[in-house]
């Protein structure tokens, strides 16, 4: 796929390290979040989702936190590996509707 | 299950003629969304199925574009005239009712207006 190139935000992690992602959304009648992982040449894929109702949800080897005072979503990788490099975006739910609103994503670089 | 399947995968063509990308959501799957992936623009929602119906169509850029879903297995963009800018990928992706928030994407047709 086409990431969204020169123009993302790009974080470099060591392999081992955990990465930390943002993101700020945008309505805060938003009742749903996912987080998708697109590598190059790949269609987004889902990787966690959190409902508005709650601040935390652990996956495998990730977490998302949700913020709503702040409007603030987090993906936290725990031991980044070579495999984790890709752009990750969060998406959005309004509280109608099934439409997601996908953010810009942000680039994620892991060095060996 | 295979996936969701686009085709072609890469299409160049040149401005003016008719462009028609092709999607085959996963077996059983109710939802159906097509996306535009560009480098200014990010992803965008352009249309998106329940039960083979058009629901939301706001997203579609102008009259060049439409789209169609004859059947629940088939679904089909079609852009004409092409015009550079309309230059982009393209995904579909589907989804089912109780995990319609799961939208599952294909690979995506990258499409070159020359």
């Known amino acids: 796929g086409e990431n969204v190139g020169l123009h993302l935000p790009t974080l470099s992690v060591q392999e081992g390290d955990n990465s930390i992602i943002n993101c700020a959304y945008s309505?805060?009648?938003?009742?749903?979040f996912i987080w998708y992982k697109q590598e190059s040449g790949k269609g987004p894929q889902f990787i966690i989702d959190i409902r508005s109702n709650m601040d935390k949800r652990q996956g495998q080897r990730v977490t998302v936190l949700l913020n709503k005072t702040v409007k603030h979503l987090s993906l936290q990788i725990a031991a980044t590996q070579p495999g984790d490099s890709a752009v990750y975006f969060c998406a959005e739910k309004g509280a109608a509707g099934n439409k997601l609103t996908f953010g810009g994503g942000t680039r994620v670089l892991v060095k060996p | 299950d295979a996936g969701v399947i686009q085709s072609p995968r890469h299409e160049v063509t040149e401005m003016g003629q008719e462009v028609t990308l092709r999607c085959k959501p996963i077996s059983g799957h109710d939802y159906l969304f097509w996306y535009r992936q560009t480098m200014m623009r990010g992803l965008e929602l352009l249309i998106y199925f329940n039960n083979n119906v058009p629901i939301d169509d706001s997203g579609m850029p102008e009259d060049r574009f439409s789209a169609k879903m004859p059947n629940a297995s088939f679904s089909t963009l079609k852009i004409q005239p092409s015009e550079p800018r309309d230059s982009a990928v393209y995904f579909c992706?589907?989804?089912?009712?109780?995990?319609?928030?799961?939208?599952?994407f294909g690979p995506g047709t990258r499409l070159t207006v020359l």
């Open positions: 992706a589907s989804s089912h009712r109780g995990l319609w928030n799961e939208q599952f």
């Open positions: 309505n805060s009648a938003s009742d749903y």
